[in-house]
């Protein structure tokens, strides 16, 4: 099924400010909240899908890849992007996201949705970027590419706990598993309460008895991965995907960080890329331009055969239409567009030098003016207009 728009989810406009993004996704969050709408499967999934949402509008550089590109530039073909459609438990939007709620369900989360004032925290892995070089072939299609990523991996001694075989979890007796802790201080405006993260836990609430011989209690380990990344056709250099998921995993069982992929051009021996659209020069003789010819011109897909016109001119440019590339986030494919030199020749014997001056004197070979004396890259900035 047919992602929605991001913007539709919220019922916002494209040019809304942050702090109108963060509204919207506050109201359907709280309209759709479990809490509200016990056992109410299409409210959570509603809840889940305003999260994803908001997750990539709130990043402006995800928001700027999304503007872009749709949901094909947030990665692996449509499928989760921002890490909420990607099986992220409502535990994962809490954690992140909790603080917008406010006190509206209890001012946390804990062991339920809600009505409960901890606010444990929860480890995030951190992000892996790598570079994905593609041929103008590869873009043409789409490609699935198989990487090898050096990255931390859940610890398979511990499971991902940190602690070892028969140890146990204690509360933190600092926090009494809160995860925080609150100071009250005397200031001349009266006393003032602040809270923090606990500084004997890190904020996670609980303690290891006896730490994993193997992670050291961190319940990670460096290691690799061999991902496999589906990239769309259509990408363009510089272009961003996100995997999530897949980046470092998180310490002690926690979210696993995100994989984003830089797409990067290898350069074509022929064709130069312009956007979906695909340029090459090709070089004819005096001859072949004044009596006409077929030539051969290299595409994505192999050799194409063109006629060529009796008194064809230098710089006229002939389009195949339908032979570039397709766009990343939409239907159809661009053109080819061949731009025609006549080759003047440099070095002539004797003979044809007089053949030429007798031609010169015709009347057929005399230049004649030109509807346009632009340069080529002009005529192509018209052609595109």
């Known amino acids: 099924m047919a992602k929605r728009d991001y913007y539709d989810i919220l019922e916002i406009s494209k040019n809304a400010t942050a702090e109108e993004i963060k509204k919207a996704y506050r ?13 109410d499967k299409d409210a959570e999934e509603k809840f889940k899908e305003a999260a994803e949402a908001y997750e990539v509008l709130s990043n402006a550089d995800k928001k700027a890849r999304y503007d872009r590109y749709g949901h094909a530039g947030m990665g692996n073909g449509g499928q989760g992007y921002g890490g909420f459609g990607g099986g992220m438990s409502m535990e994962d939007i809490f954690s992140q996201f ?19 004032t901890r606010t444990r925290r929860v480890n995030k892995g951190s992000n892996l970027r790598i570079k994905v070089k593609l041929t103008l072939e590869e873009i043409l299609k789409g490609v699935e590419k198989k ?3 050096s990255k931390y991996v859940s610890c398979q001694t511990c499971k991902g706990s940190g602690a070892k075989g028969g140890s146990s979890f204690n509360t933190c007796s600092t926090c009494n598993g809160s995860g925080r802790v609150t100071r009250v201080t005397n200031t001349f405006l009266g006393q003032m309460q602040t809270a923090s993260t606990c500084p004997s836990c890190g904020g996670e609430g609980q303690t290891i008895t006896e730490k994993c011989n193997t992670c050291y209690g961190n319940g990670i380990v460096k290691g690799e991965e061999v991902i496999t990344i589906n990239i769309p056709a259509g990408v363009g250099e510089g272009m961003q995907m996100s995997m999530s998921g897949k980046g470092n995993a998180a310490a002690r069982g926690g979210i696993p960080g995100d994989l984003i992929i830089l797409i990067e051009e290898i350069k074509h021996e022929s064709l130069i890329r312009d956007g979906n659209n695909l340029l090459y020069d090709h070089y004819i003789s005096f001859p072949e331009a004044a009596l006409g010819t ?5 595409t994505l897909e192999g050799k194409a055969r063109i006629k060529i016109d009796p008194g064809t001119q230098s710089s006229k440019v002939l389009r195949l239409k ?3 590339l397709p766009s990343v986030n939409a239907y159809g494919r661009g053109d080819l567009l061949v731009n025609i030199n006549v080759w003047t020749p440099q070095n002539i014997s004797k003979e044809e030098k007089q053949i030429l001056e007798n ?27």
């Open 294 to 298: 077929t030539i051969e011109v290299p």
């Open 359 to 385: 031609l010169a004197g015709s009347d057929s070979f005399k230049p004649k003016p030109q509807k346009s004396d632009k340069s080529f890259f002009e005529r192509m900035k018209d052609y595109f207009n």
């Open 27 to 39: 109201q359907k969050a709280l309209k759709f909240h479990p809490d509200k709408n016990p056992g």
């Open 98 to 116: 909790g603080d917008i709620f406010g006190s509206a369900f209890g001012g946390g989360f804990g062991g339920g949705f809600g009505g409960s």
């Open 322 to 324: 339908g032979k570039g």
């Open 147 to 149: 990487i090898k990523v």
